[in-house]
């Protein structure tokens, strides 16, 4: 179907620089033309007036609809990549949390040549136990090259980022590590002083973990990691579902970074655990039994355990908290985090020749369809 073509006409197509109407030739998985197109014989889909945009990237997704990639097991991962594919996500890293090595290598070999997953996230094992959330500290490990890697000897190329502690002695030896293999050195987990971050992100490490969770508040007097990491040129991740950082916070975030013309380092993530797309109850997040209620998911101790979000939300709480127009608040979810990655152009982008991963959305920005190189593998009643 694909490799024939595909016209989708009728759209409201949302680029950087705002909404235009026109339609969308995609051709062998690719955007072929954008604009007003004709390609007579081509089977077309009827946007009717639906918002056209780049498929949703996710940096930071450990399940969903009741799948864990901790589990280490293919067809669960296909679970959770299909389950996104419904928010309009088409790309994640799958994000294994800190656990003994052995079984985040586990989890990291059963993720090999499922589709949507542009790679992995590994949130540890070299993170601070003061601030270790809801992740086990019972896995962490001090940071040393050897085990780093030990870690990821055999996936060099899947591993994309890895969030660390930059405090910890010996950790800003693992810059050079992570680099080594092409990954993103973020930080994360944190209770570095706002010294200790702005040093690591002098040297190197140039992301940061879920902005605000896991790390020391903004203080007038300690402003801690959030405040270095906002003076930084570091991209980073938030997670926008209105209980992980205050509505105003994501506000506050805003403003600052549009003010320095910087919105382009922020991305919003979802850090969706197992919970997300199912009923209240009780779930797992990395081998830990959690509990979702009112749509936020804890240990039994209240500690927030990742979240039930997906992106089409965190996308609309985006425009309510922080008054962002929809092609900024898309950004945040396609460009940026596509930036991230070195993807950029390719993936993330309306753009003749980029990847036809792409999201139809209603006017109330649920959403209608989902493609994947140019193929259809979600639709509400659409097509
Ligand atoms: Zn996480």
Redesign the pocket.
Known sequence: MARAGLLIRGARLVFPSGVRDGDCLVREGKIAALGEVKAPGTRVLDADGRYLAPGFLDL?V?GGAGADFADGDPEAAQAIVRFHAGHGTTGLLA?I?SAPVERMRKAIAALAGVPGILGVHL?GPFLNPEKAGALDPEGFLPPSREAFRKLVAGFETEVRVVTFAPELPGALDLVAEIQGIGAVPAIGHTAATYEQASVALRHGAHHVT?LGNAMGGLHHRGPGCVGAALLSAASLELICDGVHVHPAFVHLVVEFLRGRGDLHRLCLVT?ATSAAGMPDGRWRFANREVRLQHGEVRLADGTLA?SALTLDRAIRNAIRFANLPLEDALSLVTANPAHVLGIGGERGALAVGATADLVLLDPDLTVGATLRAGEIIFSHNLF
């Open positions: 930071h450990h994000t949390a949130e879920h850090d990742g």
